[in-house]
T-cell receptor, first 113, second 115 residues
């Protein structure tokens, strides 16, 4: 069965600090990988996704993620966070022809201004 | 384009009761998926509906059931509520086949509390 592990449940950073959120998944086949974000009081929104090709994926709001197949990882990065990045971030995976997303437990990011 | 609308936003029920949650899908979408998000956890897939039939189910007991209507809206029904059913229930709509591509639009959820 597929599973997703997010390394940190809570992260606190100061504005302008760099961000890296870890995500590892467990699945033997071809997968699609996603990062979703949930801002306070809002619904889940897609941040970025990886299907194939260039393992470095760029998303909205300056976020990027790198797929490392040998490590089963899909870490999210941002060079310089802003207070408005305060949110909960979820890594998710589905199999290439699957119809469900498997989510990690989420990482709550708080950015101090 | 309209987003995904869920109702009600909050609900309190007693153990053993039954509950119905509703979801209106985004315009142009024909598939609805339901997820349960317990406190401190990521969303877990309950089931998906396409063409008014269940199209995949997660590890949830039969007392979790659903419906999809001709206008693609959907209901999630939970019978014999248990305390552990307390969670945020999320609805996500997509265009069949595109959902796996990240083309899911999520609603804001229904917060169910079972006492």
């Amino acid at each position: 069965a597929q599973s997703v592990s997010q390394h940190n449940h809570h992260v606190i950073l100061s504005e302008a600090a760099s961000l890296e959120l870890g995500c590892n998944y467990s699945y033997g086949g071809t997968v699609n990988l996603f990062w979703y974000v949930q801002y306070p009081g809002q619904h889940l929104q897609l941040l970025l996704k990886y299907f194939s090709g260039d393992p470095l994926v760029k998303g909205i709001k300056g976020f990027e993620a790198e797929f490392i197949k040998s490590k089963f990882s899909f870490n999210l990065r941002k060079p310089s966070v802003q207070w408005s990045d305060t949110a909960e971030y979820f890594c998710a995976v589905n199999s290439k022809y699957g119809n469900k997303l498997v989510f990690g437990a989420g990482t709550i990011l708080r950015v101090k201004s | 384009e309209t987003g995904v609308t869920q109702s009600p936003t909050h609900l309190i029920k007693t153990r053993g009761q039954q509950v119905t949650l509703r979801c209106s899908s985004q315009s142009g979408h024909n598939t609805v998926s339901w997820y349960q998000q317990a406190l401190g956890q990521g969303p877990q897939f309950i089931f998906q509906y396409y063409r008014e039939e269940e199209n995949g189910r997660g590890n949830f007991p039969p007392r979790f059931s659903g419906l999809q209507f001709p206008n693609y809206s959907s209901e999630l029904n939970v019978n014999a509520l248990e305390l552990d059913d307390s969670a945020l229930y999320l609805c996500a709509s997509s265009l069949f086949g595109r959902g796996r591509g990240g083309g899911y639009t999520f609603g804001s959820g229904t917060r169910l509390t079972v006492v």
